[in-house]
């Protein structure tokens, strides 16, 4: 009996985590192992998935704003910048310093939407693109100023 058990209570729990998961925006460590993985968030075309730290390194509190969509007919890209506020930005900046070789991945409500490589990054506004058909980006932008309505 105690067999039959385990699998629903996995599936529920396992329900329960990516319930969760879903309302999570910020910035995260990606983990190393996804064997195992309790804070599992996958790419938005469902593709990819990472495993995160429990908690974002930067919160979304510290998005001060979001730019319209750009579009670029040359290199058939679109983009965004996220402006930070300026203690968002020092985190981001300490980050570098502290763990030169790390990535950052983007979390908007529970989908991954970029990984950033903080190192090098100099200015409170960070670029986010994609192609120029991508629903991707819009989607980015649409979650964003939604969260900072509520």
Same mark, same amino acid.
């Given at each position: !009996? !105690?067999?039959? %058990?385990?699998? +629903?209570?996995?599936?529920?729990?396992?329900?329960?985590?990516?319930?969760?998961?879903?309302?999570?925006?910020? +910035?995260?460590? =990606?983990?190393?192992?996804?064997?195992?993985?309790?804070?599992? %968030?996958?790419?938005?075309?469902? *593709?990819?998935?990472?495993?995160?730290? =429990? *908690? $974002?390194?930067?919160? =979304?509190?510290?998005?001060?704003?979001?730019?319209?969509?750009?579009?670029? /007919?040359?290199?058939?890209?679109?983009? %965004? *910048?996220?402006? @930070? /506020?300026?203690?968002?930005?020092?985190?981001?900046?300490?980050?570098?310093?502290?763990?030169?070789?790390?990535?950052?991945? @983007? %979390?908007?409500?529970?989908?991954?939407?970029?990984?950033?490589? $903080?190192?090098?990054?100099?200015?409170?506004? @960070? $670029?986010?693109?994609?192609?120029?058909?991508? $629903?991707?980006?819009?989607?980015?932008? =649409?979650?964003?100023?939604?969260?900072?309505?509520?």
């Amino acid at each position: !009996m !105690m067999l039959k %058990v385990l699998p +629903f209570l996995f599936f529920l729990f396992g329900n329960i985590t990516l319930c969760f998961s879903q309302n999570k925006t910020g +910035f995260y460590f =990606e983990t190393a192992s996804k064997k195992n993985c309790v804070h599992l %968030v996958r790419s938005f075309d469902e *593709k990819n998935r990472y495993c995160i730290t =429990e *908690k $974002p390194i930067i919160y =979304e509190t510290e998005f001060e704003s979001i730019s319209t969509i750009e579009y670029d /007919s040359s290199s058939h890209t679109k983009s %965004v *910048k996220l402006k @930070l /506020s300026k203690k968002g930005f020092e985190a981001i900046r300490s980050i570098s310093i502290t763990f030169p070789n790390t990535k950052l991945l @983007l %979390v908007v409500n529970g989908k991954a939407a970029g990984l950033f490589n $903080p190192n090098g990054i100099l200015k409170q506004i @960070l $670029p986010i693109s994609g192609s120029i058909d991508s $629903p991707e980006i819009d989607w980015i932008v =649409e979650n964003l100023r939604n969260a900072g309505k509520k």
